[in-house]
DNA sequence: CCTCCATC
DNA sequence: GATGGAGGC
């Protein structure tokens, strides 16, 4: 997933309080919707259901998280992918097969009963579907969120409206919106701040990486960082056996780029994923307006269509009128 | 992922 | 208040 830059833009994280995200912020829907699907489940690795065995953990993720961030001041806006460039194709095929395999591996271990490997293979196996995607923005709708459909990556128009001036921060799990040129960008941004890994809890904090703050302390161009992420591997290409951020950094630095990628993969023309990056289709049109939540609405469709808890689902929008109604309405709008 | 609750 | 574990649908 994403660009492999983490080793490189660890020394760039900024600590971010809920005080500095109060802003608007466009979030990666499709990034968001694959992180409530993969951890969201049970030790077996089910995820939540209703009654008709439709998949609810991505309603579940989402609803609460957003109310979460509403009450915090914060103005979320969710992008979705629209259709992936042509040169996305490999990649594409090669996750679905990666997928196709870890499904088969999963129900392998559950008929054997080995909890742990089942587990994890659900996870490897999980997939966004045309009804997750439609259910979660229905239910965004309902929140009051306005959803944009990207013409294409959904990480490529999230940078755009940050550049743009109309949101302030871009927000995901991976780096991709920096080689799209955002400005900023929040990443290990949840409410309960922690997470199990390898069994353990970790507390993870919300961070920003700030674009500028980059390019100047590695001292390159948004062009060169592009130019490194096409080197270490992206979405959409490959990268170059052996190189990782650091190697990339001095290729890109004594301006190697070129006659590295000509003598390493001389099939391989960079300039159209380059290109893509540095000028990606996007929307100019969006419309963002936040509205009110549907209390009824939400109601109808979580709980009696999908079967949440109606205490639950009331203790929620409880806290989110309350907040709503101590604010003027200039202040929500 | 999130909430809730027990525990310190 | 912070932490850890169970359960959500």
Not at 151 to 171: C, H, K, L, R, Y
Request: proline residues 5%.
């Amino acid at each position: 997933m994403g660009v492999a830059l983490r080793d490189i833009l660890s020394d760039y994280k900024n600590p971010a309080g809920w005080d500095k995200l109060s802003g608007k912020g466009a979030f990666d829907g499709n990034n968001a919707l694959y992180q409530f699907l993969t951890t969201i489940r049970q030790p077996d690795g089910t995820p939540l259901m209703d009654r008709e065995g439709r998949v609810t953990s991505h309603l579940s993720g989402m609803f609460f998280r957003v109310s979460n961030f509403l009450e915090k001041g914060m103005k979320p806006v969710f992008i979705f992918d629209g259709r992936p460039p042509d040169f996305k194709s490999d990649t594409i095929k090669e996750r679905r097969e990666a997928k196709e395999k870890a499904e088969i591996a999963y129900k392998r271990a559950v008929s054997v009963g080995d909890t742990q490997e089942a587990y994890k293979q659900a996870r490897s196996a999980t997939k966004v579907d045309a009804e997750i995607i439609e259910s979660s923005k229905r239910l965004l709708s309902l929140m009051g969120i306005p959803v944009v459909d990207a013409p294409s990556e959904g990480e490529a128009q999230a940078a755009f409206m940050v550049i743009n001036g109309d949101v302030s921060f871009t927000v995901s799990q991976d780096y991709d919106s920096l080689l799209f040129g955002a400005p900023k960008l929040v990443r290990n941004l949840t409410v309960s701040r922690k997470r199990k890994v390898r069994g353990r809890t970790i507390t993870v904090n919300p961070e920003f990486i700030l674009l500028p703050e980059v390019l100047f302390g590695l001292g390159i161009t948004v062009e060169n960082l592009i130019e490194m992420g096409i080197l270490i591997g992206t979405d959409f290409n490959e990268g170059i056996r052996g190189v990782g951020a650091k190697t990339a950094l001095k290729i890109v630095k004594n301006d190697n780029f070129d006659s590295f990628i000509k003598e390493k993969a001389p099939e391989f023309d960079p300039y159209p994923v380059k290109e893509f990056f540095l000028n990606p289709p996007c929307h100019r049109d969006y419309n963002l307006k936040w509205d009110k939540t549907d209390s009824d609405k939400l109601f109808e469709m979580l709980c009696e269509e999908y079967d949440f808890s109606h205490a639950r689902v009331e203790s929620v929008l409880d806290k989110l009128n309350e907040g709503a109604g101590q604010k003027t309405l200039d202040q929500w709008f």
